[in-house]
């Protein structure tokens, strides 16, 4: 029997219990809210912008690379688009100031895209016999934008072949017909036929060869059956190039792309660090559940890496860094995660050294930032071009965009294959103008024109010689006039 004189009391002790359950409940629930990982909340916010900043360094070439394969190769209503993954897109021109994705683009050559998925099976690449002294290249770059092997006149010859790109988890022997099997780290990538353009009229000898790169999955060249299809991906709309200075969610945008990332074994350590402010593959960082005192130190995370890059860029204006030094394996790079941004930063898909150099001009010979508003001479001594087994440009880029300049000529580089054009001096040299104005009808053909305002100059030395190699050539000084 029931005593009706306690049972109020026991009402209020269970009211009492769980209103302290319920408030226990939504405590840990607002805790849970915070998208950083649980490690993170043993973290102080300087331990946070710490690791903020070395996931952003080490980050940033992947997401920006990303960026421009979802642009390539995804969002078919961007005017950037080339084609769907695995198939191959052939850019019958070379690029002008109208091309704006991807920073310092090469005018020198036109290219062929395409991006690679290589989660169901490998992709081969046939090559035709390409005729000796045009130079060709296919630079393959993973998604950390490692440029992990090459194809091409200097690494494989102008033969032709059959060469298979496969994904970090093949493990299958050789297929027959096929010349050399390349393995990628990343089941996404890209890749980039380079062919080299004498002048305007060998245009139609260029498209020929394009038209002859032949690019097919390994069960179509084998005529098997096709193997089980991956998931289709659905890709995450990237940030602008300035959100992705700044903005947070570039961490969410790179644990979108860490998922096609498997971790190297040198990298082990390091990901479990970036897993304490809930940087990992797959998962979603979602920024409005961040506190603000957390989100702040992200922020200032990111500053600190754009830091490190401003100075890394004087060292390069002062040419204590080459501009090499942020392109190649990982192997090459031994993980140098600024080097590898400040590449990505500044010239993203740039080449490997032995494939092709990058002496770059941001100031005069005095140390004075290079501006159209005035005049420049750049001067070759007979002896002193560039040593190269192909080929050597000098590009006009505006600062700082380092994108192609419009000018009223329509002329954007200077090249070795320009040399009939050009007027030597009297002891055999040349002597370029550079500047926004013409230099007068007589100096016209030698004349590069510039900006009104800030601008850089990159040459381009193709298939260098050890000279420029081993530093024994050393690019000549930009004297303004």
């Known amino acids: ?21 319920k408030k226990e409940t939504s405590i840990e629930n607002t805790e849970n809210n915070d998208s950083l ?15 903020a900043k070395e996931a952003y360094t080490y980050g940033f070439p992947i997401v920006d690379n990303s960026r421009i394969q979802y642009a390539y190769f995804v969002d078919k209503q961007n005017p950037e688009y080339k084609a769907s993954w695995n198939v191959l897109k052939n850019i019958p021109r070379v690029f002008t100031p109208a091309d704006k994705a ?34 060709w290249s296919l630079q393959l770059i993973d998604l950390y934008t490692h440029n992990f092997d090459y194809l091409g006149s200097r690494t494989t010859g102008n033969n032709g072949g059959n060469y298979m790109i496969a994904g ?32 305007t009229n060998d245009l139609k000898n260029v498209i020929k060869i394009q038209n002859q790169y032949i690019v097919k999955p390994l069960s179509a060249f084998l005529d098997q059956p096709t193997p089980p299809q991956a998931k289709t991906i659905d890709f995450i709309k990237p940030l602008s190039p300035e959100k992705q200075k700044t903005s947070v969610e570039f961490f969410n945008n790179l644990n979108f792309a860490l998922q096609f990332c498997p ?22 960082f979602d920024v409005s559940k961040l506190r603000i005192e957390k989100k702040k130190a992200l922020e200032e995370g990111i500053k600190d890496a754009w830091t490190d890059l401003a100075l890394i860029k004087t060292k390069l204006e002062t040419g204590e860094l080459s501009t090499s030094d942020g392109f190649g394996t990982r192997e090459f790079l031994k993980n140098n995660y600024a080097f590898r941004m400040s590449a990505a930063a500044l010239g993203i898909y740039g080449n490997t050294k032995e494939e092709a150099m990058y002496p770059a001009y941001y100031t005069d010979k005095s140390g004075e930032k290079l ?14 071009y560039p040593p190269v087994n192909s080929f050597w440009s000098l590009t006009m880029y505006d600062q700082p965009a380092s994108l192609l300049v419009v000018n009223p000529i ?26 926004a104005v013409s230099p007068g009808k007589e100096k016209e053909s030698n004349w590069l024109p510039a900006p009104k305002g800030p601008f850089a100059l990159i040459m381009r030395l193709y298939w260098p010689k050890q000279a420029a190699i081993d530093g024994t050539w050393k690019q000549p000084p930009l004297n303004k006039v």
């Open 1 to 21: 029997m029931i005593n009706r004189k306690i049972l109020p009391f026991s009402l209020v002790l269970l009211i009492i219990v769980l209103f302290s359950c």
């Open 37 to 51: 990982s649980d490690n993170s909340k043993q973290l102080s916010l300087e331990e946070v912008r710490v690791i």
């Open 102 to 135: 991807i920073q310092t683009p090469n005018s020198d050559t036109p290219y062929s895209w395409i991006g690679l998925d290589l989660r169901s099976e490998p992709i081969v690449f046939t090559i035709p016999v390409i005729e000796k002294g045009r130079y």
């Open 168 to 199: 970090p988890n093949w493990k299958d022997e050789t297929p027959k017909g096929i010349t050399k099997v390349i393995i990628c780290e990343t089941e996404i990538a890209s890749a980039q036929f380079r062919t080299q353009l004498f002048n």
């Open 263 to 284: 971790v190297h074994a040198s990298e082990k350590e390091l990901r479990v660090r970036f897993a304490k402010i809930g940087i990992e593959p797959g998962k979603v």
């Open 371 to 384: 501006d159209g508003k005035n005049s420049y001479i750049l001067h070759f001594g007979p002896k002193e």
């Open 410 to 435: 329509n002329r954007y580089l200077l090249n070795s294959a320009m040399m009939p054009q050009f007027k030597k001096d009297p002891d055999g040299g040349l002597t370029f103008y550079i500047q």
